[in-house]
């Protein structure tokens, strides 16, 4: 899902979430269940391809910026968080694959998910993240602090 804002007038602007059904995003559903939970009704819904994803034809739904109003911020929120959590998991499955992660050499599948969970959770601050030279985030984590991390977040998972 990705979220577009477009003026509309004076003052006003048209806000579209856009999802792509043959492609959907981990976010989608979240999403969807915010909207419904505050009873969020879109002003049109739709279905059509899209510049950029020429040949999928997406689910659009469209709302006015007032109506959302601060709602706009928690879906955004929500998008973030699921990113944040890709990206995260990515830096530590490269440290893994670098070798450099070796608290994770003897641990199981199980005990690794769910040191990898808390760590995610650990690690979701502002200070693990920043932009890359292209302008994407990205998750920025120190070898030696993950690597202390991981062991007592494995130790933890031994322990339950």
């Given amino acids: 899902m990705y979220i577009t804002v477009e003026p509309a007038g004076l ?6 979430l856009v999802f792509d059904p043959s492609d959907p995003a981990p976010e989608d559903q979240q999403v969807r269940d915010y909207l419904s939970e505050h009873e969020l009704e879109p002003r049109y819904h739709w279905f059509a391809e899209i510049d950029g994803l020429e040949g999928r034809e997406c689910e659009i739904m469209q709302f006015g910026g007032c109506y959302l109003g601060r709602n706009l911020q928690n879906i955004g929120l929500i998008q973030r968080r699921i990113v944040e959590e890709e990206l995260l998991t990515a ?14 050499a003897d641990a199981t599948e199980t005990q690794r998910q769910g040191a990898v969970a808390a760590l995610i959770e650990e690690f979701r601050v502002e200070e693990s ?30 322990a339950a």
């Fill in 11 to 16: 003052m006003m602007h048209t806000v579209k």
């Fill in 91 to 104: 830096e530590i499955d490269r440290h893994i694959a670098d070798g450099r992660l070796t608290a994770f």
């Fill in 129 to 158: 993240f920043a932009q890359s030279e292209d302008g994407e985030l990205r998750a920025m984590l120190d070898a030696e602090v993950l690597q202390q991390s991981a062991l007592r977040a494995l130790a933890a998972t031994e």
